[in-house]
């Protein structure tokens, strides 16, 4: 199976993404395929040995779409390069083309447009006596005028409908240019139809009332409303863009023969990079000389630069300020931190959320629905009206209702109610250095009631420092704390690497050791010079069934340390407290949350007392300590069982299952790749204060999406009966197409700048 995502070009419009999705649906070999109208993206899921991009791209060309090959715009791999950005540029320079030539066909349509709108209001107003009829010359001009007009508008200017139309026809396959093309080459092709054969029809029809006017007017507005709304579309993907722009095009590098400056693609892990002040950093590394700030406020949102001196890391696309330094280049191409963000925003941002499920359903039927209802109405209208009025008076309102529900009934606004919200709100949490998985994790965090935190790395900076030593072995403390770094020096945990600094610190000796294994949320074990020896917490040594006097440690845990017991098989050896300091963000962090009404839990492998001085320090109540990792797991099944929709935020392998379990998975962006992958969220530099905000921008991303739907529905809902002519039994008043195309068009452009509002809420 393989899964990429395409670009398509001539999509409009949801009701096109639910075409292309069922017939490409139905290809034998296609597993799947998802498509997005707002990036114009399909992802697709196929058996390449049964089919292929082509064999797809042919099946929805007769209905006027293309998948664009040479595009394919990431695949599960991460084989991104540096032609990444320049795919995203090439696909916005061909939106800005189709948008200046939507806009000349605009500007040249518009006062067309202006004119028939003074010509109608002019009859209007005369008919009802507040101006004097139009003048005979004037009248003749404008009459003369207006079928050139409308011809001119329809061919050029609604041409993408009249080919929608024709593709009905040819098809069966409606869409919502189909719809606009109907509705108005009925209204055009009936007043030619008067024209030429006024004399013939005078006899049966009012062949005063022609629809050149509704032709020109409708068409405007609709294309009016579709150039506003694919400029805010545009808009709606700024913060990748940025993102994109951010990579460095240069690098300096230092080599045998000096400094040289190379095109970015040739830097590869191991060059010597320089960094001049102001320049940019062009891919991931560590520190090795001099110093300097950064500015690394794109990556985390934190305005204040941030200290490097050697051993720091510098990430791809942030900002030297006015030090300069070299670093070691480590992560480049599509392995920096940067690359792997923009990939994680742009697949966010095209993923479906849940509630879109229903708008998608509604406006696959709905075109199909519409046409039905329309064709009924009209009839409606010609035998009941004509019994009632007679056939005279009941043709023109059978057409105007018949046009008026085409137009107004565009599904448009509905499609882009969900995705433009979820691409604004995915890109502003990149900004703020809150990475989104998917649309569906955006969604569900606003129903987030409880918190659980894992303690070490996530509430506390997970590097913790030896702190205290008990040497109870009869040895030289060296020797203790050579046998324990030597096993030490084998685990992946914060710990192990506390004690193995202090041992490379006190040029202690780093031994062999055979049969390692970690114990799970409790320690260690291994075998040093044929004996055996364990290190870990208090549940390590009850397993071992050594005597032990806890006193040794209890100072040590109410401070909030961790001890760490050394043991043979038959002895304790002694024990070693490490202390690992509270994120100064934590404590804002559960206040936000707090006084958002959530409830904090937290849960860790680590003593009880020690995790009970912690939690009191920053204020989180209720605290589960001494759980193995798998229970971390069971805990949150157990708080989901009692009704609860919970959040879990952790940073370490041992973590992974519960993140995985809750409803929305958080992880650290220092921790652990596990966790990061199983996470559906990633919080940059382990900023864990961002959570709140994060809760905050799912919530008004959900509101944008409520009220996006339910502006989109409403003008349907309402627009509907009233352009099929519920109001005339009673007041005698047909809606005129103008009034439905107009609606239409402010729809579409209303939901997205719903959208867009979110932009500018501050988190
Ligand atoms: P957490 O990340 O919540 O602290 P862990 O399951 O990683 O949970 O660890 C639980 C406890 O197990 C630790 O607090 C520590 O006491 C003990 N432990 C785990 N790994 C080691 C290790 N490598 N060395 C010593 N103790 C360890
Ligand atoms: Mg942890």
């Given at each position: 199976m393989n899964t990429q995502t395409y670009k398509i070009s001539g999509m409009h419009c949801a009701s096109c993404a639910s075409i292309i999705q069922k017939t490409v649906e139905k290809?034998?070999?296609?597993e799947s395929i998802d498509v997005n109208p707002v990036t114009e993206t399909a992802k697709i899921v196929f058996d390449e040995k049964k089919t292929n991009l082509k064999n797809l791209s042919q099946r929805i060309e007769p209905l006027g779409y293309s998948f664009?090959?040479?595009?394919?715009?990431?695949?599960?791999?991460?084989?991104?390069?540096?032609d990444h950005g320049a795919m995203m540029t090439r696909s916005k320079v061909e939106k800005l083309s189709q948008i200046k030539k939507m806009k000349f066909r605009l500007f040249t349509a518009l006062p067309i447009a202006a004119f028939s709108i003074f010509v109608m209001s002019w009859h209007i107003l005369s008919e009802i006596g507040l101006a004097s009829e139009m003048s005979g010359d004037l009248s003749n001009i404008s009459s003369n005028l207006l079928p050139l007009m409308a011809t001119y508008i329809l061919f050029f200017v609604g041409r993408p409908y009249i080919v929608g139309f024709y593709r009905f026809i040819r098809h069966g396959k409606a869409n919502m240019d189909s719809l606009i093309g109907m509705g108005t080459s009925v209204a055009y092709f009936y007043s030619v139809l008067i024209l030429v054969f006024e004399k013939y029809l005078e006899r049966y029809l009012?062949?005063?009332?022609?629809y050149f006017d509704i032709t020109i007017v409708v068409i405007t507005f609709v294309a009016l409303g579709q150039f506003l709304e694919a400029k805010s579309k545009l808009k709606t993907g700024e913060a990748i863009e940025k993102l994109i722009d951010l990579?460095?095009?240069?690098a300096l590098i230092m080599d045998n023969d000096g400094e040289k400056e190379v095109d970015i693609d040739k830097v590869s892990p191991g060059n010597i990079i320089i960094i001049k002040p102001?320049?940019?950093?062009?891919v991931d590394g560590k520190v090795i000389n001099g110093s300097s700030f950064v500015d690394e406020s794109i990556i985390t949102g934190e305005p204040m630069p941030v200290k490097k001196v050697p051993g720091d890391d510098v990430v791809a696309g942030t900002l030297n300020t006015n030090g300069t330094f070299s670093f070691r280049a480590e992560k480049v191409g599509a392995q920096t931190l940067l690359a792997n963000i923009i990939r994680m925003v742009e697949a966010a941002q095209s993923s479906k959320a849940p509630i879109q499920a229903l708008a998608d359903k509604i406006s696959s039927v709905f075109v199909p629905s519409v046409l039905v209802v329309s064709i009924l109405v009209f009839l409606l209208w010609v035998s009941v009206g004509s019994y009632m009025l007679g056939f005279s008076v009941a043709l023109p309102n059978a057409l105007t209702a018949l046009i008026g529900i085409l137009v107004i009934a565009c599904p448009c606004a509905l499609g882009l109610a969900t995705p433009t919200a979820i691409i604004v709100g995915v890109g502003m949490g990149a900004k703020e250095g809150i990475l989104i998985k998917d649309a569906a994790t955006l969604e569900k965090?606003?129903?987030?009631d409880t918190v659980v935190f894992d303690k070490t790395?996530?509430?506390?900076?997970?590097?913790p420092e030896v702190i205290d030593i008990k040497n109870?072995?009869?040895?030289r403390e060296d020797q203790l704390i050579s046998i324990l770094a030597s096993l030490e020096?084998?685990?992946?945990?914060p710990i192990a690497s506390a004690i193995v600094e202090y041992a490379k610190l006190k040029n202690i000796t780093i031994l062999d050791v055979d049969f390692f294994e970690a114990i799970k949320g409790k320690g260690v074990k291994g075998k040093i010079g044929g004996l055996d020896y364990f290190a870990g917490n208090q549940k390590l040594i009850s397993d071992l069934g050594v005597k032990f006097d806890d006193r040794i440690i209890k100072d040590w845990t109410l401070a909030g340390k961790t001890p760490i017991i050394i043991s043979s098989r038959d002895k304790i050896l002694g024990a070693v407290s490490v202390s690992d300091a509270i994120k100064l963000e934590s404590k804002k962090a559960v206040n936000d949350l707090r006084n958002m009404g959530i409830e904090l839990i937290m849960l860790t492998g680590d003593d009880r007392n020690t995790a009970g001085a912690i939690s009191r320090e920053i204020g989180i109540d209720q605290v589960i300590a001494e759980v193995l990792p798998e229970q971390k797991m069971e805990k949150v099944d157990l708080l989901q069982s009692k009704g609860h929709i919970v959040a879990m935020a952790g940073d370490g392998v041992n973590d992974a299952p519960a993140l995985a379990k809750a409803d929305v998975g958080i992880a650290m962006g220092t921790g652990t790749d596990v966790a990061i992958e199983t996470a559906g969220i990633t919080l940059l530099r382990g900023d864990i204060s961002k959570l709140a905000k994060a809760i905050k921008l799912s919530k008004l991303t959900m509101r944008g999406i409520r009220q996006n739907l339910f502006w989109a529905f409403i003008y349907n809902l309402v627009g509907i009966p009233i352009a099929a002519g519920i109001l005339y039994p009673f007041f005698g008043i047909m809606l005129s197409p103008i009034f439905a195309g107009l609606a239409m068009a402010f729809s579409s452009v209303s939901v997205v700048s719903n959208s867009l509002r979110l932009k500018r809420v501050k988190l």
């Open positions: 290809v034998d070999g296609v664009i090959i040479d595009s394919e715009i990431g695949d599960d791999s991460p084989e991104i390069d540096h009012n062949t005063g009332v022609d990579q460095a095009k240069k102001g320049s940019k950093i062009p965090l606003h129903e987030v790395g996530t509430i506390t900076k997970g590097k109870m072995s009869g040895d020096n084998k685990s992946e945990h």
